[in-house]
């Protein structure tokens, strides 16, 4: 199954009716999931969060003034973490909302390195089954031979 991705994907934000702006989200992942990245060279933020918070609730409101239900929105905010350590203001926020955070929470907060790992491990998994698959295809033709 392949997942369908829209990259700068325009949200037009309407008050009373009206266009009143635009923002674009970075990527988007069959229609409901919301990905916004930041440069990996700056922390995450809280405002970098707020952010994508707003994306959710245009991107929830949206869908009911469509009356489309059913749907869930999901969003996750990809960059780099600041160390631990960091006294900066905006990162304190972003670490005490991720820590209050639970399952129900519609957003995700990942460093750039461990969607890499993440990556890498799938992509290893992946290569180990298709190993996997051609040595039981060889067995069976070893087989009918």
Do not use: C
């Not at 037009?12 to 930041?38: P, R, T």
């Not at 995700?108 to 890498?120: C, E, N």
């Not at 996997?132 to 060889?138: I, Y």
């Amino acid at each position: 199954m392949w997942l369908k991705v829209e990259q700068q994907y325009k949200i037009v934000v309407y008050y009373e009716g009206e266009s009143v702006g635009e923002y674009f989200a970075d990527l988007i992942v069959d229609g409901n999931v919301i990905v916004e990245l930041k440069a990996s060279n700056i922390d995450l933020e809280a405002k970098h969060l707020s952010q994508l918070e707003y994306y959710l609730q245009r991107a929830e409101e949206w869908l009911q003034e469509q009356n489309l239900h059913g749907f869930q929105v999901h969003g996750h905010l990809i960059g780099t973490k600041a160390s631990p350590k960091s006294r900066a203001e905006g990162a304190v926020i972003l670490r005490r909302r991720i820590k209050e955070s639970g399952p129900e929470t519609p957003w995700r907060v990942r460093d750039y390195l461990d969607v890499l790992r993440d990556t890498q491990a799938a992509h290893e998994e992946l290569l180990e089954i298709h190993r996997r698959a051609e040595q039981a295809a060889a067995a069976d033709d070893d087989e009918a031979e």
